[in-house]
């Protein structure tokens, strides 16, 4: 059972990532003219911010993603080496500290990186990206707070029913956070063809 929950809680944690990436044709540069002149306009000046943004957001996840496998090898390394259930709780405990400081850590981070750069006004593409953005902001707010409530749980728990508990509730909040944002994103349809031109 713990091996579950601790598959399942790092399996929720790269599909919160997902919060993180989008449709990359729905944030195209503007095409190039057809004299193969580059052009610079509010929309690749935009583009170039966002590409930024989510390079950082990525790192965010990285680092997190690499804590978190860390913990998970300390934690196999220290439940091989045990030779009683009190060092094997011991171990445990000691992963769910390094779990929750990943969680604390991951969500500072993605608070300090604020909301992405709003696309410029007048672009057929502006209205479909600002849609993308609002999915994915609410839904990285929503997993932010999922994951502050379960390193909140974490460190409060008292015995394994409740850390499991604190995971469960993770999961379902993480889950329907990912149903909602699913649900706006294909409320958008498709990306417009060239979403750098002026409207």
Do not use: C
Not at 34 to 46: C, D, F, H, I, P
Not at 72 to 88: D, M
Not at 90 to 107: D, G
Not at 130 to 148: K, P, W
Request: hydrophobic share 45%; net charge positive.
């Amino acid at each position: 059972m713990k091996k579950i929950a601790i598959r399942s809680i790092a399996a929720f944690a790269l599909i919160a990532s997902v919060g993180i990436s989008v449709p990359a044709v729905a944030f195209a540069s503007s095409s190039t003219p057809s004299t193969g002149a580059t052009t610079t306009t509010a929309w690749t000046t935009w583009h170039a911010t966002w590409v930024t943004y989510v390079q950082g957001l990525k790192s965010i996840n990285a680092t997190h993603r690499s804590s978190m496998q860390g913990a998970r090898t300390t934690l196999q390394a220290a439940l091989a080496a045990a030779t009683s259930k009190a060092e094997k709780h011991a171990a445990i405990a000691a992963f769910q500290v390094s779990v929750e400081a990943a969680l604390n850590a991951r969500v500072t981070a993605i608070t300090a990186a604020g909301d992405p750069p709003p696309p410029p006004a007048g672009y057929n593409g502006t209205t479909y990206v600002d849609g993308i953005q609002s999915a994915n902001i609410a839904f990285r707010a929503s997993v932010t707070a999922a994951q502050t409530a379960l390193s909140a749980a974490l460190a409060s728990a008292t015995t394994g029913q409740e850390a499991r508990t604190a995971h469960l509730t993770y999961e379902q909040t993480v889950g329907t956070a990912i149903v909602t944002r699913s649900t706006a994103l294909l409320a958008l349809g498709a990306p417009p063809a060239d979403p750098g031109q002026l409207s």
